[in-house]
């Protein structure tokens, strides 16, 4: 009969799903090492489906947050802007109440072993984040107060934390959303924002040209900013024909 001795590789699915050592486990059969990593597999599934759980309810929330900043984009929206503002960080909450819990489902320093559950809807969550800043103050959300609005650490050693691969990839869907707002605007008859808009977009990409940036699908949502810098540009020079543009006065004596 074929043995086995169980050696590191039968705990590869996970050494914080079981703490069981090499000494424990005594010679089995083929069939029978193979039922022990059935075992670990299972748990493992088993971790990934509570994952995903919190994972739904997280992205729930997400698209809750969106649509209550998404009326911003009407013509009298404008003007509700601190009230939506305000509601959306009322769900933030929930927010971090959820990522509580989704931080109790897995061992910490697996963070990137599970990565890919919440990776989209953490990004989609900086974006939010970084949004409703921007709304509010017309500034750039820096990754430590998105991590703050998160509940969520800056440092990958504390545990849960905010990649900055993630941060960046939601600031570049805010510029998408920015170039969106710089349009709708002009519709609500709000001349001067798109100028703002475009400086601060300018400022953005002038920033991420100094990144030397590896990531494939990050490199690809900045070839997308070119094309919000251009669309935004493209209403501001509408404006400025038409002499609705009205450049922020220096205060300057002349």
């Not at 590789?9 to 029978?32: F, H, I, K």
């Not at 509700?80 to 109440?97: D, Y």
């Not at 941060?167 to 609500?188: C, D, F, H, K």
Request: glycine share 6%.
């Amino acid at each position: 009969m074929l043995v086995c001795r169980a050696g590191p590789g039968c705990n590869y699915a996970s050494s914080a799903l079981s703490r069981c050592r090499q000494s424990d486990l005594p010679d089995m059969s083929v069939t029978e090492m193979f039922s022990y990593i059935q075992g670990f597999l299972s748990a493992d599934q088993d971790v990934r489906e509570d994952i995903r759980k919190v994972v739904q309810m997280l992205e729930q929330t997400a698209r809750e947050i969106l649509t209550v900043l998404q009326s911003v984009h009407q013509p009298s929206g404008f003007k509700e802007i601190p009230g939506k503002c305000a509601k959306a960080r009322e769900l933030f909450c929930t927010v971090r109440t959820h990522i509580a819990d989704l931080k109790t489902k897995f061992p910490v320093e697996q963070y990137y072993r599970f990565h890919e559950h919440w990776r989209f809807v953490l990004q989609r969550l900086a974006f939010l984040s970084a949004f409703v800043v921007y709304l509010e103050s017309e500034a750039l959300v820096t990754r430590e107060e998105v991590a703050q609005i998160l509940g969520i650490e800056v440092v990958r050693e504390k545990g849960f934390h905010l990649d900055v691969e993630d941060y960046l990839a939601g600031v570049l869907i805010m510029a998408s959303e920015l170039s969106r707002l710089a349009v709708n605007s002009v519709t609500a008859g709000d001349y001067n924002r798109p100028l703002r808009i475009s400086n601060f977009i300018n400022e953005l990409d002038s920033g991420f040209r100094l990144l030397n940036l590896k990531n494939d699908p990050l490199r690809k949502r900045y070839d997308g900013l070119k094309y919000d810098v251009k669309k935004i540009e493209e209403v501001v020079y509408d404006l400025s024909i038409r002499g609705l543009a009205k450049e922020p006065e220096s205060g300057l004596d002349k």
